[in-house]
């Protein structure tokens, strides 16, 4: 899928090794999360072990485009490594975090962007690519899917986007999406209520033409 291509290794090996680890439990997220803060890559590394797959299933979401996917869950972990001074954890999870960063990533996508990443990924390749989703019987079938529902879902304002793909779809609780948007947590919840009524008025409107 992807990989932390990119990350300057050098850099982080600067910082010395990692106290997660070196530790002989699992570490949790605020271990990784000290670590990353002191320049540890193998704090990241094992935050993209963990949370990757995760954040690649909302990328798609929010692009209808698995190789747009790879790309954007590629830049939230390099823009994750670029800010780690920033990092944070919420509920003792660095997921909202890193869902923060994707759904900026996803947002900035330009639509040129998508248009061209999406050709490339139509494109014929000399290797197989594993298929990333359970139970979905082709990526062309998925991506289809995924376009006709983000179609009713981008007539929302963008706002209303977010909070509806991190609460409905990622299952982030109203606590962890507000700490992800960086918002109160009661505008989680009116934005929610609006985006889910708004997109049953969409969808009722669009089965009848």
């Given at each position: 899928m992807t990989s932390l291509e990119g990350i300057d290794m050098a850099e982080a090996a600067a910082g010395?090794?990692?106290?997660?680890?070196?530790?002989?439990?699992?570490?949790?997220?605020?271990?990784?999360?000290?670590?990353?803060?002191?320049?540890s890559s193998a704090a990241l590394g094992i935050l993209f072990d963990?949370?990757?797959?995760?954040?690649?299933?909302?990328?798609?979401?929010?692009?209808a485009s698995w190789d747009v996917a790879e790309d954007a869950t590629s830049a939230t972990f390099l823009e994750a490594?670029?800010?780690?001074?920033?990092?944070q954890v919420y509920d003792e999870s660095a997921l909202p975090w890193l869902y923060g960063i994707a759904t900026n990533v996803c947002r900035?996508?330009?639509?040129?962007?998508?248009?061209?990443?999406?050709?490339v990924g139509r494109l014929p390749r000399e290797r197989d690519v594993p298929d990333h989703a359970d139970g979905v019987a082709t990526r062309v079938d998925d991506e289809r899917r995924m376009s006709e529902l983000l179609a009713a879902i981008r007539e929302l304002p963008q706002?209303?986007?977010?909070?509806?793909?991190?609460?409905?779809?990622?299952?982030?609780?109203?606590?962890?999406?507000?700490?992800?948007?960086?918002?109160?947590?009661?505008?989680?919840?009116s934005r929610l209520a609006r985006a889910r009524k708004r997109l049953a008025a969409i969808t009722e409107k669009r089965d009848q033409s």
């Open positions: 010395g090794p990692s106290r997660s680890a070196n530790a002989s439990r699992s570490p949790t997220d605020s271990d990784l999360v000290a670590d990353l803060r002191d320049g963990r949370y990757s797959d995760r954040i690649y299933n909302y990328c798609f979401r929010r692009t490594w670029k800010s780690r001074d920033r990092t900035n996508l330009s639509r040129k962007q998508r248009r061209h990443l999406y050709a706002r209303d986007q977010d909070v509806l793909v991190l609460v409905a779809w990622s299952g982030l609780s109203y606590e962890q999406a507000a700490a992800a948007l960086d918002v109160p947590i009661g505008t989680v919840r």
